[in-house]
């Protein structure tokens, strides 16, 4: 056969888009991006010059295209139990917060103008007041995110100059966050006190110098000290600086600003407690146990936030409208019992037993070959690592692990966790809403 006749024989652009396996893909990418796709393949057909077949060119096709879905950032629904699950975006934002924030992003806002005044304001004016009411703190400021806010405070109180820390909090978080790396590049210099068990007020006394600018203390996230140990508390870490006249630093990561007790979980340090304690300037997540948008919040004494606000630095790591609109609405949530609930966080957190087990029987009624079992839960994030939840979970028998694979697959894709053989789809985190096409789903692939 020439190549003209092969040529000739290629399947119109038309013919793929009757196929609803090609077709599916239009809602998510858009008509001009799986055509562009479909043409990009016969462009390569063509110039092979081999002979077009229509099976063998949709495989083609459809393999490009569920790359390119794969690629695309897209909802999906987090069966696998972990609340706040770095690798899924952590905290969702509540739906609340996001339509009040839409008003004020979408059109101009007076994110930088003092209406009262007519001249130029602060972008942070109104989130701050949101935070000294919520923390009891007497300033607040935002940036990009906790590794952000750490590198601010060393930058503008500690440049070639000490920083004491006890040996027992120097830990790594993972991403690249380790806190002796971050030190270095922020140019503070890193005194380390005490033993990797040990460590006492009067080891921090001894390592003051003329140089020393800061005394520093860290949560120490999913990093558990047990048997013969001993921390400073920040209480008396602060009392100490007040004494000798150093500002204290707690880098508190997981930022709760309630007590996490109301859920059945361990009691988490919170931020008004760090406040409470005296600490000069509280550094932590907007997007962990806050459960706002990624941000790094700094709350604490009006002097030290001051210094902050004059550092260069800070243009380079400020945050935009959209989250400082997002964080706010989130913040204002906080102020009732009521709307505190409308984050999605609490919500999962609050569902009772009686409820997932409700939810259960749904699937139960529906799919015969499942059955529905007890499962933790786990908030995630670096928090509570010792810490679960009870949950309600569906098992599928899986031993090849298909069907966790298959799920991933599909539109949108559903992760589940693989368990001794089993898929289980934890129902704490799957929402409600969703439970209908979830069920939809576990008919199709099995
Ligand atoms: C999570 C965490 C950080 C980093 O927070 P990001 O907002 O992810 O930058 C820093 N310190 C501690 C103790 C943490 O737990």
Redesign the pocket.
């Known amino acids: 056969m020439s190549l003209r006749d092969a040529q000739r024989r290629i399947p119109p652009v038309h013919r793929f888009f009757s196929d609803p396996r090609i077709a599916a893909y239009e809602t998510l990418l858009g008509h001009e991006n799986v055509k562009s796709v479909v043409a990009a393949v016969l462009d390569r057909a063509r110039g092979d010059g081999a002979i077009p077949d229509y099976d063998a060119l949709s495989t083609v096709v459809l393999s490009d295209l569920s790359q390119e879905a794969a690629e695309t950032l897209r909802p999906l629904i987090n069966a696998t139990g972990v609340l706040l699950h770095t690798n899924l975006g952590r905290a969702p934002i509540s739906q609340t917060a996001w339509e009040a924030a839409t008003e004020s992003t979408t059109g101009y806002s007076n994110l930088e103008y003092d209406l009262a005044e007519g001249r130029r304001g602060s972008r942070y004016s109104r989130v701050s007041a949101l935070l000294v009411e919520l923390t009891g703190a007497q300033d607040a400021i935002v940036v990009n995110?906790?590794?952000?806010a750490?590198v601010l405070i060393l930058d503008t109180f500690a440049r070639a100059r000490e920083v004491v820390i006890a040996r027992n909090e120097l830990?790594e978080?993972g991403?690249e966050?380790r806190l002796p790396d971050v030190f270095a590049r922020s140019g503070a210099i890193l005194v380390e006190v005490g033993a990797a068990n040990k460590v006492y007020l009067r080891d921090f006394e001894r390592a003051l110098n003329a140089n020393t600018a800061l005394l520093f203390r860290?949560?120490l996230?999913n990093f558990r000290l047990s048997g013969f140990t001993e921390r400073v508390s920040s209480a008396d870490l602060a009392a100490f600086g007040a004494r000798v006249g150093l500002p204290v630093v707690e880098?508190?990561?997981?930022g709760a600003l309630i007590d996490f007790k109301r859920f059945g979980l361990p009691h988490e340090r919170t931020v008004p407690e760090a406040v409470r304690d005296g600490v000069d300037l509280v550094a932590f997540?907007?997007?962990?146990l806050l459960a706002g948008p990624?941000a790094?919040i700094i709350v604490g004494k009006n002097a030290h936030i001051a210094r902050l606000r004059e550092n260069p630095l800070l243009r380079a790591l400020r945050v935009d409208k959209v989250t400082i609109a997002v964080l706010q609405e989130t913040l204002a949530l906080y102020r009732s019992e009521d709307t505190l609930r409308k984050i999605p966080l609490f919500a999962m957190l609050s569902a009772s037993l009686e409820d997932l087990h409700s939810r259960a029987r749904r699937y139960v009624a529906s799919l015969p070959f499942i059955e529905a079992v007890s499962a933790q839960s786990y908030v995630g994030?670096?928090t509570f690592p010792e810490a679960s939840v009870p949950s309600v979970a569906i098992a599928v028998p899986d031993p090849a692990g298909n069907l966790h694979a298959d799920l991933r697959g599909r539109t949108p894709p559903i992760v589940a966790r693989l368990d001794a053989g089993r898929a289980l789809l934890d129902l704490r985190t799957i929402a409600p809403h969703d439970d209908e096409t979830v069920i939809e789903a576990l008919k199709a692939q099995t």
């Open positions: 995110n906790c590794a952000a750490v830990i978080i991403g966050f860290s949560h996230s880098d508190l990561g997981s997540s907007g997007d962990k990624q790094g994030g670096g």
